[in-house]
Every structure is written in C-alpha cells, then in structure tokens.
C-alpha cells in the first residue's frame, strides 16, 4: 500500500479484514467504542493514543513495515510530521538531530537516504543471520 494513497482509516479497515476481525469485535479488544472505531476507520477521528495504535499493531499481528505504516498514517491523519514512535528516540541521541539537521541542510537525496537505510539494513542481517 501506498502512504500517499492510503488513509489510517482505510488501512485499519484492510488490516482487519484481512485478520478476519469485525468492527464491533476489534473496538472491544481495544477497549473502545466501535462508534468510535468506525469513526477511525471513516476518516471522522484521528487516533489520539500511542497506546491505542499499540494494541491495535498488536491484535492485528503487524509486522515491522505494517507497524511502521500504521504509526506514519496516524501521524498523518493528524497532521503531525513525525510518527508517534519516532520521537522519543530523536530526542534522546543528539547523533540522530544532527544527522537530519545535516541531511536537511545539504538536501539529501531519496537516493542517498536508501543508501543509508541498505547500510543500516545489511547490518541487521549481519547481526542476526537465520
């Protein structure tokens, strides 16, 4: 799915029918309203909670791309520029700041940031070989 053609509302929706979860059954293991979960999936109500995007990654079993979507359109459908597990961990390492500040400054190309996210990937791999 595309971030830019996609919706938090739209997504939630083909999530929990993809997981066979119903409207009514995902509000209750929220602990919503599923008037409010249908105000969610319609576009009428931005997600307010961390904690609630937590628990609804977690009953519909995302994985770490599904995750990451879910938190940038939730983000998005709030206006908020950053993702809502992003944050914490910008403000917490001044390395992190000055690499976007650097990146920002020198208009770092979508080309350049893959470059970084391969390196940073590879690692992984590296660091936990299956």
């Known amino acids: 799915m595309d971030i830019q053609q996609t919706t938090l509302g739209s997504y939630i929706t083909h999530k929990r029918t993809e997981r066979d979860k119903t409207l009514r059954g995902m509000a209750r293991e929220i602990g919503i309203s599923p008037v409010y979960m249908c105000n969610i999936e319609k576009g009428r109500r931005p997600l307010t909670s961390e904690e609630t995007l ?73 660091d936990n070989p299956d």
Not at 64 to 71: C, H, P, S, T, V
Request: glycine residues 0%.
């Open 54 to 126: 937590e628990k609804i990654a977690a009953i519909l079993i995302l994985n770490k791309d599904e995750r990451a979507m879910l938190f940038d359109l939730a983000a998005k459908s709030k206006s908020i520029l950053v993702a809502a597990d992003l944050p914490e961990y910008i403000n917490e390492r001044d390395i992190v700041r000055v690499a976007l500040r650097t990146a920002k400054d020198v208009e770092a190309t979508d080309e350049e940031w893959q470059e970084f996210i391969d390196k940073l990937e590879k690692r992984i791999v590296k």
